[in-house]
């Protein structure tokens, strides 16, 4: 099974990504994840990306899809994995597509978890004034203005990829402001449906 998941920060892809990792025994992929490592080990492709990474700005195609197709290439892929952070451009979502059908093999589900971003907003500002009249520490990505900054990038960044897959009739839409349990039962029955 070969599920690829796009939604903003704070969707519920981390979330709905590990059940499906319990339930399908597929591995999730990050390549934010597998980016950091590559910087931290100071490898070739680290070196090259740790710039960018600190700015915020997207790491070169060519990179992003030559770390990818080696990934999934892993024998814990066998299962099946979820693509989570990828594709970020439409270069990459047709360079996943060539990389697919070169094995005959193709995407099972492109899941969009779509979010009301004002509702979330909210939902930040008030979890960070409960903290700080509790006098806990505050979790600095839960700054209402960096986490707004992370949602029009993303935005940015993605929609030109939801795009592609919609024109397609590819783009599978599931509403993740329900409940957790709710949004699960929508992303079975996309999978079950095929
Ligand atoms: P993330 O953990 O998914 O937010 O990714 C962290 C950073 O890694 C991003 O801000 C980008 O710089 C880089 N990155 C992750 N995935 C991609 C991708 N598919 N294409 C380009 N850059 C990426």
Known sequence: MKIVF???PGA??????ARLVQKYGVVQ??????LRTAVQ???????????VMEQGGLVSDEIVIGITSE????????NGYILDGFP???AQAKALDAI????????????ELIVDEAAMIDRITKRRQDAVAAGQPERKDDDPNVFKERLVKYRED??????YYRAAGRLKAVDGMQSIDQVSRDIDAILAAG
């Open 6 to 8: 796009l939604g903003p």
């Open 29 to 34: 992929l990050s390549t934010g994840d597998m």
């Open 41 to 51: 080990a100071g490898s070739p492709v680290g070196l090259r990306a740790k710039a």
């Open 100 to 111: 697919l059908s070169e094995k005959g093999v193709q995407l099972d589900a492109i899941i």
């Open 12 to 17: 519920g892809k981390g979330t709905q990504s």
């Open 158 to 163: 993605t929609a030109p990829v939801s795009a």
């Open 71 to 78: 990934r999934i290439e892993k024998s814990d892929c066998a």
């Open 88 to 90: 970020r451009t439409v």
